[in-house]
Structure formats: C-alpha cells, structure tokens
C-alpha cells in the first residue's frame, strides 16, 4: 500500500515538473482579445452559451457594437441534421447518426479575416426504440446541446491561438 502511494505521488510530481495543466484550469478562457463581439442572436442557445463562457474571462468583455470589439465572431451557419445509420428486420430504424454542423469566422476590428470561415462537423450515434419515443427525443435534445457545448469549446481553443493584429 505505501509503494502505490509512493508511486501516485512520484507520477504526480512528474507531471507538475513537466509544466502539465489541466486544459481550463486556471479558470480563464486565454483569448488574445480585450473586446469581442458575437454575431448571434441574443436569444440563439449557441449564442447564451458562448457569451456565458466569455464572460467567465477576467480579460474579456462582450461589446453589443462590432466597431468597439478587437475581435468579431460570426456565426455563418448552423444545422442540426439526422441521418439513418441501421434499420432493423421491418424496415424501421433501429439506429441514426445525428449532426451538428456549425460555420463561424472570426474578424478583427478592420474587418480583416483572423480565422477564415471554419466548419465544424460532430456526430452522435443514437439507438431508437418505439416504444421508447419521448425517452428518445429527450436523450436527442441532449445530444444536441452536449455538442452544441463541445462546439463553443472548439470555437474558444481556435480562438485562444490566434494573433490580434498588431502583435508579432
């Protein structure tokens, strides 16, 4: 038992030593930008959602005027779309693939292109029952938001990386 605790506590130094953080653990979003607007809807669930991890930032603040942000996220397009993926001995779908395709670029306060427009693809795979409809819709509604959330993370990690103009 004392050579495991041992072991855990040598893994963990190592792992401190070596510069290794948890992605988000110091509780800031690293985005390059002092001002960011978003082109969404206010009341769009994408835009809630990203201006709530926005705001999270101690360096970030959210303008309602584009010509205020150093940094412009335009959301060109998002899909929600289901594809068929196996039917059973009937000809009724047993399982399907559901995707969440969003579009976005981001510009800079001259309107000069920072990150050219960007398509991000996820996709769950989904069992259906019918016995089991309403259970099915709710666990697609969450499927749904689960990557609608991994979508805004991709958008704020592509976004963390990149250079605002006027810095080398």
Do not use: W
């Not at 855990?8 to 390059?32: E, I």
């Not at 259906?128 to 991994?150: G, T, W």
């Amino acid at each position: 038992m004392q050579r495991r605790t041992l072991l855990a506590l040598s893994g963990a130094a190592l792992l401190s030593a070596c510069g290794f953080r948890m992605r988000g653990s110091d509780g800031k979003s690293g985005l390059p930008f002092k001002t960011v607007f978003i082109g969404v809807p206010d009341h769009s669930p994408l835009g809630v959602e990203l201006k709530r991890y926005i705001r999270a930032s101690d360096d970030t603040t959210i303008v309602t005027d584009p010509k205020q942000a150093d940094a412009t996220i335009d959301i060109l397009s998002e899909i929600r779309d289901r594809a068929t993926l196996s039917l059973n001995t009937q000809g009724r779908i047993r399982e399907y693939s559901l995707y969440y395709r969003l579009r976005f670029q981001v510009k800079d306060k001259a309107g000069g292109v920072l990150l050219a427009p960007t398509e991000l693809v996820l996709k769950r795979d989904v069992s259906f029952n019918e016995s089991q409809v309403i259970a099915k819709e709710k666990e697609e509604d969450m499927l749904y938001r689960d990557m609608q959330s991994d979508a805004v993370q991709q958008i704020l990690r592509r976004m963390s990386a990149l250079k605002p103009a006027g810095t080398a």
